[in-house]
């Protein structure tokens, strides 16, 4: 098994050519072995954006500027990592930012060191200048790099390409070259070899010139004494040079003499060899203070080199702003220019617009001429009128007498349709599977008219050349025993009324009932499908729907030998065939009931007439309705159908809150309901049949003006909207209602169920002209 690869983590900063030179000392130092590099950078300073007039706290520009100029600084940053990891070649090499945090930086590069568990951690001198450090307090922060750092953890400071090592006791340090050799630092002169690295006024290249335009100029009148007393020193020393030069040229000059004897003359050579001796160590000590000028040299020539680059850096400042100035001047004056110009344009249009006034004053006189004679074309026009309306009264006795042939025809279709039922061979006839297969093409989806909620699907059929619809049980969902099957069926053949669906027959193979097939659907499908055909329930048909659904509900309250309730109804168990004739559905076929289920399909009923009357849903606002009186009521009739008859309307929104109601005035049973339904209906038809009808009275289709556009209407109230407000879907919706349905922490479109981007609305100013104009074209009288 191979030995996992080694990490190494280093540590660079933005100094390209001392981070290069890091990265070749820690491919040198583990080249023989398999390793793997880890590259720690400090992030960009979010606090901070770097512009062309230096270093400003980023809120003193706008948020475009910003991410703009963040955006430089990090593709400069990244241009530089690219860099690092070409270098490293074939190792692998991976980069992990150090975020900005309120934390020291080495406190957070010991916290890395514990988190990550780092064993190897090079460390390039620049990164913590990238910090933004003084070279003051960078000695305390390796300092603390080096006490505080785990055990496992090997430490090794890079400076230039050589090892840089800090001991403890006493803060000294020697760097160590590529040979081995030490170059040992004393304390003080390692603090000002640490400033001679990072001098404070020496120009980083990621700021502008005009960076260093604060500093520099205090940093200079600090050390401006301190080079006057350099130069001074080198004078006194280039004398002091001559001086000892003068005694080496003594020494050298002087022979030995000839008249010695060869004791005299070892003496005589053993004073000189001393001197000579004492004249090599006094050139020693002079080429150490030789090596000590040369860096002072160097010293006062840098910060000299750094103050004329900055002063020329201000003076460059200096003269962009002077020219920027001169540009906004430019810009100043092209605005005022333009201001004259744009005065003149607008003295221009005040006198056009004058002169268009006094037109318009000729054009009033001339109006007026013209209006008073279309008030005398009016006149006719009335009087025109009048010879339409008589036309209409006799249209309007002619659709009577057809009203009265198509109720004939209703009932007599009606009558044709139980006799046709009754003479049927296969009436509660138990049909074989094959004919249930057949009828529906073997159960197709094309067949399947929908899947209902007591685990059963519902398909249309055609039978002996008659439609009828097969309830058929889903077994993969519950189980039907034939005890239970055959209960179903005794109790539905005992059900015959003309307003409850009539079952046809069974199959006890295929679990199923046959019932007779209802062509209009039900009246959910009627009200809010997509084709409107609830234009063509008006009024009165809607009071012959409530009257029919009563029928039938009694019919199972006081069925014999025990009652029976339907516990759901809703307008989807109510069916329409042909005629519009209305027939219970989906009622239950158990006994086990009490008086609150009765007392629930009484307020059920109730619910289902107001919303014939106002097509809206009222289930889950029964307080509201208790609290509402009929004249509140008729209100909000929905006027689609036609004009509403007051007396009728009133008398059915009466029935419809009482039934909802939950008091003393509630009804108690349905059988003082049915008897109050049919009342109604009986006024309703006698207004159908002309007494005290007036034109247009009920009849949906005489104008025009009374068809109301789709785009009228509320999709949550389902009526005419009076402040139609646009929301994030699209759509237009009356304005309380929409509020009403945001306030319930909905966030989704009440027509789509999806998500809405936001909850603003705007005013339909349009929709809303377009409806105001239709309400006065219908608020114009016929006579």
């Given at each position: 098994m191979e030995r996992a690869a080694e990490k190494v983590y280093v540590a660079i900063g933005n100094d390209v050519q001392e981070g290069l030179a890091t990265l070749e000392w820690t491919l040198r130092k583990w080249s023989s072995s398999q390793f793997s590099i880890v590259i720690l950078h400090a992030d960009i300073n979010k606090d901070y954006v770097y512009t062309y007039y230096g270093k400003i706290p980023a809120s003193y520009v706008n948020d475009q500027s910003v991410d703009f100029l963040k955006k430089c600084e990090q593709g400069k940053l990244n241009k530089i990592l690219r860099q690092y990891i070409a270098f490293c070649g074939q190792v692998k090499t991976e980069i992990l930012n150090i975020e900005k945090c309120d934390e020291p930086i080495h406190k957070r590069i010991v916290q890395l060191v514990s988190g990550l568990g780092i064993c190897k951690l090079v460390m390039g001198i620049t990164f913590l200048k990238s910090s933004s450090w003084k070279y003051g307090n960078l000695l305390s922060g390796l300092k603390h790099i080096q006490q505080k750092k785990p055990d496992f953890c090997e430490l090794y400071l890079i400076s230039g390409g050589k090892l840089f090592l800090l001991k403890d006791e006493n803060n000294e340090g020697f760097i160590e070259d590529d040979q081995g050799a030490k170059l040992n630092k004393k304390r003080g002169s390692f603090r000002g070899w640490i400033g001679k690295m990072f001098p404070e006024n020496v120009k980083s290249p990621r700021f502008s010139p005009s960076s260093t335009s604060v500093d520099s100029p205090s940093i200079w009148e600090k050390c401006a004494e301190e080079i006057e007393g350099y130069f001074n020193h080198l004078v006194e020393e280039s004398e002091s040079g001559q001086v000892s030069d003068e005694i080496l040229e003594s020494n050298r000059s002087t022979s030995i003499p000839r008249n010695l004897t060869p004791t005299q003359k070892t003496e005589f050579l053993r004073v000189k060899i001393g001197e000579a001796r004492d004249a090599?160590?006094?050139?020693?000590?002079?080429?150490?203070?030789?090596?000590?000028?040369?860096?002072?040299?160097?010293?006062?020539?840098?910060?000299?080199?750094?103050?004329?680059?900055?002063?020329?850096?201000?003076?460059?400042?200096?003269?962009?702003?002077?020219?920027?100035?001169?540009?906004?001047?430019?810009?100043?004056?092209?605005?005022?220019?333009?201001?004259?110009?744009?005065?003149?344009?607008?003295?221009?249009?005040?006198?056009?617009?004058?002169?268009?006034?006094?037109?318009?004053?000729?054009?009033?006189?001339?109006?007026?001429?013209?209006?008073?004679?279309?008030?005398?074309?009016l006149g006719k026009m009335i009087n025109t009128r009048g010879g339409m309306i008589q036309d209409i009264e006799k249209l309007r006795k002619q659709k009577n007498v057809m009203?009265?042939?198509?109720?004939?025809?209703?009932?007599?279709?009606?009558?044709?349709?139980?006799?046709?039922?009754?003479?049927?061979?296969?009436?509660?006839?138990?049909?074989?599977?094959?004919?249930?297969?057949?009828?529906?093409?073997?159960?197709?989806?094309?067949?399947?008219i929908k899947c209902s909620g007591d685990f059963t699907n519902v398909y249309r059929a055609r039978i002996d050349h008659t439609t009828v619809a097969v309830k058929l049980y889903d077994f993969r969902i519950r189980q039907v025993s034939e005890e239970e099957f055959d209960t179903k069926v005794k109790v539905l053949s005992r059900i015959q009324h003309p307003h409850v669906v009539a079952m046809i027959g069974f199959c006890k193979e295929l679990k199923c009932i046959i019932f007779e097939y209802m062509h209009e659907s039900c009246?959910?499908?009627?009200?809010?499908?997509?084709?409107?055909?609830?234009?063509?329930?008006?009024?009165?048909?809607?009071?012959?729907?409530?009257?029919?659904?009563?029928?039938?509900?009694?019919?199972?309250?006081?069925?014999?030998?025990?009652?029976?309730?339907?516990?759901?109804?809703?307008?989807?168990?109510?069916?329409?065939?042909?005629?519009?004739?209305?027939?219970?559905?989906?009622?239950?076929?158990?006994?086990?009931?009490?008086?609150?289920?009765i007392r629930s399909d009484i307020q059920d009923f109730g619910s289902l007439v107001l919303q014939l009357l106002t097509e809206r849903n009222w289930c889950g606002f029964l307080d509201e309705v208790n609290m509402m009186n009929e004249a509140t009521l008729v209100e909000v009739l929905d006027q689609r159908v036609g004009e509403w008859p007051l007396q009728v309307a009133m008398e059915l929104a009466r029935i419809a809150i009482r039934c909802s109601s939950s008091g003393d005035g509630a009804y108690t049973g349905m059988t003082m309901v049915m008897k109050e339904m049919e009342e109604v209906r009986k006024k309703a038809d006698d207004v159908v049949a002309g007494v005290g009808c007036s034109v247009n009275e009920f009849n949906v289709d005489s104008d025009d003006e009374t068809i109301i556009p789709a785009s009228f209407f509320c999709p949550i109230l389902k009526d005419v909207m009076k402040n139609p407000h646009i929301a994030s879907d699209g759509f237009s919706y009356e304005l309380s209602a929409i509020k009403q349905w945001l306030g319930m922490s909905h966030n989704t479109s009440p027509l789509t169920n999806l998500d809405l981007e936001h909850k603003r609305l705007t005013p339909n100013h349009t929709l809303r002209s377009l409806i105001h104009d239709w309400h006065k074209k219908r608020s114009i009288p016929l006579t």
């Open positions: 090599i160590h006094l050139k020693r000590r002079e080429a150490k203070e030789s090596v000590q000028r040369y860096s002072r040299a160097e010293w006062a020539i840098n910060l000299c080199t750094s103050r004329s680059e900055d002063l020329e850096a201000r003076l460059n400042e200096e003269t962009m702003k002077r020219g920027a100035l001169e540009k906004d001047l430019e810009t100043i004056r092209e605005e005022l220019s333009e201001t004259r110009i744009r005065l003149d344009q607008n003295r221009n249009k005040l006198d056009s617009t004058l002169e268009i006034q006094r037109e318009l004053s000729r054009k009033l006189k001339s109006s007026t001429m013209v209006k008073s004679q279309s008030q005398e074309q009203q009265r042939r198509i109720e004939f025809c209703r009932d007599k279709d009606a009558i044709e349709m139980v006799t046709r039922l009754n003479n049927f061979g296969f009436s509660y006839k138990e049909f074989t599977a094959e004919e249930i297969r057949a009828g529906t093409d073997h159960f197709s989806e094309h067949c399947r009246l959910r499908n009627v009200f809010f499908s997509n084709n409107r055909k609830n234009q063509a329930l008006n009024w009165h048909a809607r009071v012959g729907i409530a009257a029919e659904v009563c029928s039938g509900l009694s019919f199972l309250h006081l069925s014999k030998p025990r009652p029976m309730v339907h516990g759901n109804l809703n307008l989807g168990k109510i069916l329409l065939d042909r005629n519009h004739v209305a027939k219970v559905n989906g009622f239950r076929l158990d006994f086990s009931f009490d008086e609150s289920d």
